[in-house]
């Protein structure tokens, strides 16, 4: 019988002693979600007759002026040594390399080729990113 890392490798098949003696030991401790009581993740993707949350954020920065239609959004990627840019579309749409974009999070993994926040990573020519203003607009819309 050989052991490595708690796994008993044999030579030969385990004796019914053996066997027993496996059967009777504790199932190891799982790793990650211990129930299924913990709600599943949603994809924030909108289903028919439903608006994204991100649709109407965009349109309402656009609305309350806080971003133009045309305007450039740049997400830098210093190490790489690039910096993509976006301009926003007078229905809140994000072109980037002339394909528009739902969201600021789909422009902003297509420009980068790996997930991103897009709320995070795109910013205005003052350096502000998206998320920014979103928290601004909602909070003039909290006032109101």
């Not at 974009?101 to 422009?107: D, F, N, Q, V």
Request: proline letters at 6%; charged letters at 25%.
């Amino acid at each position: 019988m050989f052991g490595l890392c708690g796994v008993e490798l044999f030579d030969n098949p385990p004796t019914t002693e053996q066997a027993a003696q496996q059967r009777e030991r504790p199932a190891p401790k799982r790793i990650g979600r211990a129930s299924s009581s913990v709600p599943e993740r949603t994809t924030g993707v909108s289903t028919a007759g439903e608006k994204a949350q991100y649709d109407e954020d965009m349109q309402l920065l656009l609305r309350l002026g806080l971003l133009k239609t045309g305007q450039v959004l740049r997400f830098p990627q210093p190490r790489k040594g690039l910096t993509h840019k976006a301009i926003v579309q007078s229905d809140g749409e994000l072109r980037f390399q002339n394909t528009r974009y739902h969201s600021p999070t789909g422009a902003a993994n297509a420009a980068a080729g790996t997930s991103n926040n897009g709320w995070l990573v795109w910013r205005l020519a003052d350096g502000r990113n998206l998320d920014a203003l979103r928290a601004k607009a909602r909070r003039e819309m909290e006032r109101k």
